[in-house]
């Protein structure tokens, strides 16, 4: 704990007296006994002191340690239930900042200020009964110190307090830089922006640096002021003691125990002071930390609905939708349209039509701002949270894979798959020859991110994750794009023969399109036209425009 030593435990408030003691007696005629039994009190005394010192402290210790792993399991697990506007918000880096190093700021700053404000508080009040019993007098003079030093650490408090805020977001600042950095290496390279971005890092380390050095600066200046008041309070002290000890008030033994229990006693009002401050300085971290902990997120995934049989038919009726950090663009108005078990349905449409937003509401990533969204006439937000994301599967354009073998990024999520379930996913989705290609099969390293595959092999493995879930509704948003036309033909098979799945397809490739069995097509937000390729290309409407550009390009 940064701050003023601290005062240690209750059994030292005897030290001081059994000193004076041990003064009075070699200053009269010396008496073996009272030497004897005065040595062996303060030696008891101390011992004691130091033995509970002991355990309390490492009593502490292992309660700040369990206090930090558990609120960071707590924030952790709070984060990962946050909507996904929430993460669009608040950067990863800031994130990662408040886990690691705002929990621990707070979960030491609890037990280790109610620690020393508590036993601080007893030896206090200790020091000032003892004081009183030697002289009443010195005792209410010493007191004058209190409002002094208070007055000193509150001016003190305010300043750091700002100064520790501004220091976490600093360094959350920085942690964001490096996250972002690294995240996105390969653009980095291809751009030569290395230095620039070197830079920039370095420009943040020397804003936490200059804020580090205005609070260390301020603390000197602090530290000066507190010593000298109380260097002051102690030149008082020993003038109006040697007064009384000239008037026969107080004996040479009780004068030193005075000015042993004042050296006492300020540094626990300093101490309990300082704990006060320390206490608001951690509000910042603390505040934060709290915020996430209780913050409900605007989409809720406490359904309960999980049905045993599931026919799969998603019904989208009268759907208007804007994402909560855009609040003034509609990205869907008034949409319906509906996918019907044993059926190919592609939503197809310009970039900005609203594709994305309406697989997005499908996975209940998003509430509506109107209409609903149904899966067999239930609203999506109804059903278990994880039986809804096995019964309606996922692949995007950009799949991440975690760190960890092929085997367990295909079962991801899932427990108990069987070895031959593992291998018809990855054959569904034409992995399977690669994957025995690869040293080790299925047990092969994918690397963080799947860093060591190519972009087509990890589209493949995120289809075989989803399949391996035998979802009853399956969705592919550009999914296929970084495959070769035979890979993409042998997934098409096998989407298209899936028996009574109901499959949604966003592809900018006409071959999964044109062989759909309907074809939903958007434009600015809105439904324009629906119906089969071969009728939407006898309208020569929006669909025919689309389809003569793609064959433009």
Excluded at 39 to 52: D, E, H, M, N, T
Excluded at 57 to 76: A, C, D, E
Excluded at 91 to 105: H, N
Excluded at 477 to 498: F, G, H, K, R, Y
Aim: aromatic fraction near 8%; proline fraction near 3%; hydrophobic fraction near 40%.
């Amino acid at each position: 704990m940064e701050g003023p030593s601290r005062p240690r435990l209750k059994g030292e408030t005897f030290l001081p007296y059994y000193t004076g003691r041990l003064i009075d007696i070699l200053g009269t005629k010396y008496d073996a006994e009272a030497f004897s039994t005065a040595i062996f009190l303060l030696c008891l005394v101390s011992f004691g002191s130091s033995a509970f010192a002991s355990c309390r402290g490492g009593l502490f210790t292992i309660t700040i340690s369990r206090m930090v792993i558990r609120t960071r399991n707590l924030l952790f697990s709070s984060l990962v239930r946050q909507d996904l506007a929430f993460f669009q918000e608040v950067k990863t880096g800031a994130l990662a900042s408040r886990l690691s190093k705002d929990t621990t700021m707070m979960s030491r700053s609890v037990p280790l200020n109610t620690n020393v404000f508590l036993r601080t508080l007893i030896k206090a009040v200790g020091l000032l009964i003892f004081m009183i019993g030697l002289s009443w007098r010195l005792a209410l003079l010493m007191l004058i110190e209190i409002p002094l030093m208070m007055a000193v650490q509150n001016v003190y408090n305010v300043r750091r307090q700002a100064l520790l805020k501004a220091i976490q977001d600093s360094v959350a600042c920085s942690a964001e830089v490096v996250h972002e950095v690294i995240s996105s290496v390969e653009t980095v390279r291809s751009f030569a922006t290395e230095e620039k971005e070197s830079q920039r890092y370095e420009a943040s380390l020397e804003d936490t640096c200059r804020l580090k050095n205005q609070r260390d600066l301020e603390r000197i200046v602090y530290l000066l002021v507190v010593r000298v008041l109380r260097l002051s309070m102690k030149l008082i002290l020993l003038y109006c003691g040697y007064q009384q000890i000239r008037t026969g008030l107080m004996t040479e033994g009780n004068l030193v125990s005075l000015i042993l229990y004042q050296t006492n006693v300020g540094r626990c009002i300093q101490a309990l002071i300082y704990t006060y401050g320390d206490a608001l300085s951690n509000v910042g971290a603390a505040e934060k930390v709290f915020e996430y902990l209780d913050r409900e997120p605007s989409v809720r995934t406490d359904g309960t609905l999980s049905p045993k049989s599931l026919p799969g038919r998603v019904s989208f009726r009268n759907v208007s939708f804007c994402y909560p950090c855009r609040p003034e663009i509609q990205v869907l108005k008034n949409v319906s349209f509906e996918l019907r078990p044993g059926e190919v349905t592609a939503l197809v449409g310009l970039n900005g039509s609203g594709k994305s937003s309406c697989v997005a509401l499908l996975e209940h990533f998003y509430e509506p701002q109107s209409g609903e969204v149904l899966l067999d006439g239930v609203p999506v937000g109804k059903y278990e949270h994880k039986y809804l994301h096995r019964q309606v599967a996922l692949v995007g354009q950009e799949p991440v894979l975690f760190s960890g073998s092929i085997r367990e990024n295909i079962t991801y999520g899932l427990q108990g798959c069987r070895e031959e379930d593992v291998s018809r996913a990855a054959k569904e989705a034409d992995a399977l020859g690669f994957i025995r290609e690869l040293e080790g099969g299925f047990d092969a390293e994918v690397g963080e991110k799947g860093g060591q595959l190519s972009m087509g092999q990890k589209q493949r493995l995120a289809i075989a994750r989803a399949l391996i879930r035998n979802p009853k509704v399956l969705v592919l948003d550009e999914a296929t794009s970084a495959l070769d036309p035979e890979s993409e033909t042998a997934i098409q098979w096998s989407v298209q023969n899936s028996g009574i799945r109901t499959v949604l397809v966003i592809a900018h490739r006409m071959q999964m399109v044109e062989n759909a069995d309907k074809i939903v097509v958007l434009e600015g937000g809105e439904v324009v036209e629906e119906g089969t390729h071969m009728e939407l290309m006898g309208q020569r409407g929006p669909y025919y425009r689309l389809v003569e550009r793609n064959q433009a390009e």
